[in-house]
């Protein structure tokens, strides 16, 4: 009975998404690829529910970034559509192409210390010097927030850790 539960909340799911003119392909159940051209830009998302019912929603493209996890199937919509209402609201700024070619490369960036770290003994020296370049990453960013305006405000914490 638990799997026709989940058949028709992704049903509705899909329905919701189609109406915000998605293309939703199902790849395999219980994993959903979600595809949006907006303005020129192209949107992907991959979510998936568990054996618990909890939604996972990921950005794939422009760049990828992990959303969140959720018990209810709105608050994926409501996601979405957040997500990209900041993006067509940042693609206003000459600064957005090069905005989504940094994010890649920070997502590169990641990857390829995930490769050195696993395959390679770093020396603790290298490893504190990656440290020291990040806080100053975090440093500059915390400054960012702090002496820009903001241009898209929603009831969202911006937490630099």
Avoid at 45 to 57: A, D, P, S, V
């Amino acid at each position: 009975m638990k799997k026709k539960y989940i058949s028709v909340k992704d049903s509705m799911l899909k329905f919701q998404l189609e109406q915000l003119g998605a293309e939703v392909c199902n790849i395999k159940e219980p994993l959903y690829y979600i595809k949006f051209t907006i303005h020129g830009t192209k949107f992907r998302y991959l979510y998936h529910i568990n054996r618990k019912n909890k939604y996972f929603l990921e950005r794939i493209s422009p760049y990828n970034m992990p959303i969140a996890g959720f018990d209810l199937e709105e608050n994926i919509i409501n996601s979405i559509k957040i997500d990209i209402e900041k993006f067509k609201n940042a693609k206003n700024s000459k600064k957005f192409e090069n905005f989504i070619y940094t994010n890649q490369d920070i997502v590169n960036i990641a990857k390829i210390f995930e490769k050195i770290y696993l395959h390679y003994n770093i020396s603790k020296y290298d490893l504190k010097e990656i440290n020291d370049e990040i806080c100053n990453i975090k440093s500059k960013l915390e400054d960012i927030v702090k002496t820009n305006k903001i241009v898209y405000d929603v009831d969202e914490d911006i937490e630099i850790y």
